[in-house]
């Protein structure tokens, strides 16, 4: 096998995994904070190409970053609340569960917030380096 073959075979396996995670964390709330991200790019590159215009167009786009990311972020906490809530109902409903079950209900449960957070923290350093690459602007 050469190394293009063995690159090649890594990243199916690897976009396999991100695909049943995806569908794991439950596909409505999943695509929620997927469009977030995507609005959060979009607007990303609004504000890159306002960097050096008008101040108040470039703030609005910054904002609407930040709110963007957030609502990705409560989103996945919510989604992830109501899988908690389906888990015990679950739970409650059979009358127990193997341990080894249940810790893997609970992994199912984290990917949400964990796929949120990215989301987060992205939008979020993006915001900084707009705000980063605007003042080094005006300075100089």
């Known amino acids: 096998m050469n190394t293009y073959t063995a690159i090649f075979t890594q990243k199916i396996v ?12 439950g596909v409505t709330g999943m695509t929620l ?16 190409a306002n960097l050096n215009g008008d101040k108040a167009t470039f703030l609005k786009y910054k904002k609407l970053i ?19 809530i389906q888990g015990f109902d679950a739970l409650e409903a059979t009358g127990g569960a193997d341990p080894a079950i249940l810790a893997g ?12 957070l990215t989301v987060f923290i992205i939008g979020y350093s993006a915001t900084f380096i707009l705000s980063w690459m605007r003042k080094a602007d005006t300075e100089s």
């Open 14 to 25: 690897l976009t396999n995994v991100l695909i049943e995670r995806f569908v794991e964390g």
């Open 33 to 48: 904070i997927v469009v977030c991200l995507l609005l959060a790019v979009f607007f990303s590159f609004k504000a890159f």
């Open 66 to 84: 930040n709110q963007v990311v957030l609502l990705g972020l409560v989103i996945s906490i919510v989604n992830s609340l109501m899988g908690l």
């Open 105 to 116: 209900g609970l992994k199912i449960t984290l990917l949400s917030p964990l796929f949120g």
